[in-house]
Structure formats: C-alpha cells, structure tokens
C-alpha cells in the first residue's frame, strides 16, 4: 500500500540515490519532508552527498536549496558543514550578503561571523564606512560589529 506518497517507485528512486535500506519510517519521514531524488541531486552538486538521512531532512525544513547553495558558492562560501549552512539561513544571512562581503576583501570570512554580522543589523556600506573611517584598514568582522552596536560607523 501506498503510504504517505511512498511507493516503490519512490523506494527505488531512493535507493538509487544512495538511501538504500531505510525502513518505512526513514522513507515516509524523508517524503513528508520533501526529500525525493531531485533534491538530492541538487545538493549533491555542491557537496552535500551522502549526508545521514537527519541531515538531509534538516536541510530541507530550514529553506536550503540549489538556489541558496548556487549563490552562496558564487559568493565564495562552500564546504562548509550541514549545521553552519542551516545557521546562516535561519539568520538571515543571504548570498547577496555573502558576495557583498566578499566583494569588500572579506572572502574567507567564516559563517559565524556572517552570522553575527547579520544578526547586528551590519550591512556592506556599514563595512565600507567602517573601513575608510579607519584609513582604508581592513577592520575584523568583531571590530565592525563593535563599532555598529555602539553607533560609531
């Protein structure tokens, strides 16, 4: 019987893509996630093959996509883990942010402080005003953070 939109097309299509053996749980929890091959196609184009079952379904609940990971790749920002990918999405932080940072000379910044940049409300002009209020120096994302939460750029 056909459960939740699984069937055995659905199984062996699964199967196919490197989730062989999940019991009807795992696939009905995948399918009501929207988990299908498609999207493990997708996200396995920029890294993100064969990651556990929890991982893939997380992915998906929190809005990343091959249009989230295609931007932030052309922004510079790959590699990096599941958990970090899902922190920057739930923060709000965009892949327009990302290459703007980049853009400014912050190209190996870290998510964490993508991250708390975006969560103090720090944009691209704020790093660019920061930066030339200090003599063209490359301040740290901490500095520029410090100087907006004080109102100082």
């Known amino acids: 019987s056909v459960d939740h939109g699984v069937d055995p097309d659905y199984i062996k299509a699964m199967a196919a ?29 920029f890294g993100y093959a064969n990651l556990p079952l929890e991982d893939v379904i997380r ?11 295609a931007g932030m790749l052309k922004a510079g920002i790959s590699n990096i883990a599941p958990e970090d990918v899902v922190r920057m999405r739930d923060h709000g932080v965009e ?26 409300g720090v944009d691209a002009e704020d790093v660019r005003r920061a930066n030339t209020n200090r003599g063209g ?3 740290s994302p901490e500095e520029i953070i410090r100087l907006s939460d004080r109102g100082e750029i």
């Open 17 to 45: 893509s490197g989730y062989k053996g999940l019991d009807a749980e795992g696939l009905v929890r995948a399918n009501d996630h929207g988990v299908d091959p498609e999207y493990l196609r997708e996200i396995a184009g």
């Open 59 to 69: 992915l998906r609940d929190h809005g990343v996509d091959a249009d989230y990971l």
């Open 95 to 120: 892949p327009e942010f990302a290459r703007d940072m980049a853009a400014l000379g912050y190209k190996d910044i870290s998510p964490e402080s993508l991250i708390r940049m975006s969560d103090h």
């Open 137 to 139: 120096a490359r301040l």
